[in-house]
């Protein structure tokens, strides 16, 4: 068990919907990543936030976006999905602020489907 | 841009064969950072190992271990022995003074051990 809370763990919904993402990291870690798994893009990075800041920002659609909340936790809102949204996303954490060093704890991901 | 190929898309292996993995990198950064994660079929990512670019030891833990050689921009990882709990899907990924905290993964290789 890496620590990392994934919320919901399985998510269906339909086209043009919104959804939340919920993640709570390790305890004592401040920074929050957001990473998308499909089967054409793979692991792809979307977003980091520490201590409530956005630190970093990847591959993110406009539709998408995210935050980090005064208690760490954080929420990554997907809206107008589309098929395409289907995917696997992972929340990681570490306990710093992002260098290239960091090691990285992932949650069990929340699977979405989009039909 | 850097970049992460796994070539070996999946791999079947025998119980107690050995089996190596490849990853090769590439990126113009000279500081960075290579991980190998493990994704079992329960789909959560777990760290396995982070080497730095200016440590070229090969490291060896139990039945793991792994070959770094920047003269070719590769870090392969071997499991020794192999074993039914090693069926996952391993990546690669890469870090760099250029990206930070955006990891860069490989697509994968599907190890599956059978008895």
């Known amino acids: 068990d890496s620590g990392v809370t994934q919320t919901p763990k399985h998510l269906i919904t339909a086209t043009g919907q919104r959804v939340t993402l919920r993640c709570s990291p390790r305890?004592?870690?401040?920074?929050v990543y957001w990473y998308q798994q499909s089967l054409d893009q793979g692991l792809q990075f979307l977003i980091q936030?520490?201590?409530?800041?956005?630190?970093a920002k990847g591959n993110i659609l406009e539709r998408f976006s995210a935050q980090q909340f005064p208690d760490l936790h954080s929420e990554l809102n997907l809206s107008s999905l589309e098929l395409g949204d289907s995917a696997l996303y992972f929340c990681?954490?570490?306990?710093?602020?992002?260098?290239?060093?960091?090691?990285?704890?992932f949650g069990s991901g929340t699977q979405l489907s989009v039909l | 841009a850097q970049k992460v190929t796994q070539a070996q898309t999946e791999i079947s292996v025998v119980e107690k064969e050995d089996v190596t993995l490849d990853c090769v990198y590439e990126t113009r950064d000279t500081t960075y950072y290579l991980f190998w994660y493990k994704q079992p079929p329960s789909g959560e990512l777990v760290f396995l190992i982070r080497r730095n670019s200016f440590d070229e030891q090969n490291e060896i833990s139990g039945r793991y271990s792994w070959n770094f050689q920047k003269s070719t921009s590769s870090f392969n990882f071997t499991i020794t022995a192999s074993q039914v709990v090693d069926s996952a899907v391993y990546f690669c990924?890469?870090?760099?003074?250029?990206?930070?905290?955006?990891?860069?993964f490989g697509t994968g290789t599907r190890l599956q051990v059978t008895l």
């Open positions: 990924a890469l870090s760099s003074t250029g990206t930070a905290s955006k990891l860069t």
């Open positions: 990681a954490s570490s306990n710093g602020v992002g260098t290239v060093n960091e090691k990285l704890f």
């Open positions: 936030y520490y201590n409530g800041e956005e630190r």
């Open positions: 305890s004592g870690d401040l920074s």
